[in-house]
């Protein structure tokens, strides 16, 4: 079970937009400690895709954002594409654990 | 370009021993924090631990699950992390992958900046 609740999975048809929620305690989210989120392609090593909440490293869309409010923070996917298919995981610090995961969102884009 | 590559990987029986090695290469090693993570197949992330920068003492957090067991190591002169992992059980088989770390250092908080391709440890008699 991870610390960070993650839905299992989404989907969306190309086009549309989808978001992804983690939802943590006041020991992480709540505490104030920043979330981040990575991607997953199919058969690769993950990718950091959102940073500090809601800032994208280099090279990653603008289709991709952020956000985080109070003990939970999302993440927001527009103009769905194809490649976008893949498992997204967010993760965030906790005062005793350290280092937290959500379980993890498999994204089929129907 | 940063570039992470994991070595040391294979098949391993209950109760030994196995070192991962992380080579890194693209960016100035010494400066970061350097973690470990795994994945076993059909399952999530699960962060095994990370070893602080020298300009953070060097010093190290882990896993709960991994804590007594597993030691993470940096050699900075030859850009290269270690995770040496003891007594190994099957729940150990897994991806194992490295990343560059990107250290708070006003509270501690750390993300994940780049990771290596993995590699793949399973343990079997």
């Known amino acids: 079970q991870s610390v960070l609740t993650q839905p299992p999975s989404v989907s969306g048809a190309p086009g549309q937009r989808v978001t992804i929620s983690c939802t943590g305690s006041s020991s992480n989210i709540g505490a104030g400690y920043d979330v981040h989120w990575y991607q997953q392609l199919p058969g690769t090593a993950p990718k950091l895709l959102i940073y500090g909440n809601s800032y994208r490293p280099s090279g990653v869309p603008d289709r991709f954002s952020g956000s985080k409010s109070g003990t939970s923070a999302s993440l927001a996917i527009s103009g769905l594409q194809a490649e976008d298919e893949a498992d997204y995981y967010c993760q965030s610090y906790d005062s005793s654990l350290i280092v937290v995961f959500g379980g993890g969102t498999k994204l089929t884009v129907l | 370009e940063v570039q992470l590559v994991e070595s040391g990987g294979g098949l391993v029986k209950p109760g030994r021993s196995l070192r991962l090695s992380c080579t890194a290469s693209g960016f100035t090693f010494g400066d970061y924090a350097m973690s470990w993570f795994r994945q076993a197949p059909g399952k999530g992330l699960e962060w095994v631990g990370f070893i602080r920068s020298k300009a953070y003492g060097g010093t190290t957090e882990y896993a709960a699950s991994v804590k007594g067991r597993f030691t993470i190591s940096r050699d900075d002169s030859e850009s290269v992390a270690y995770l040496q992992m003891s007594s190994l059980n099957t729940d150990d088989a897994a991806v194992y992958y490295c990343?560059?770390?990107?250290?708070?250092?006003?509270?501690?908080?750390?993300?994940?900046?780049?990771w290596g391709q993995g590699t793949l440890v399973t343990v079997s008699s």
């Open positions: 990343t560059r770390t990107h250290y708070y250092d006003s509270n501690g908080e750390v993300y994940f900046q780049h």
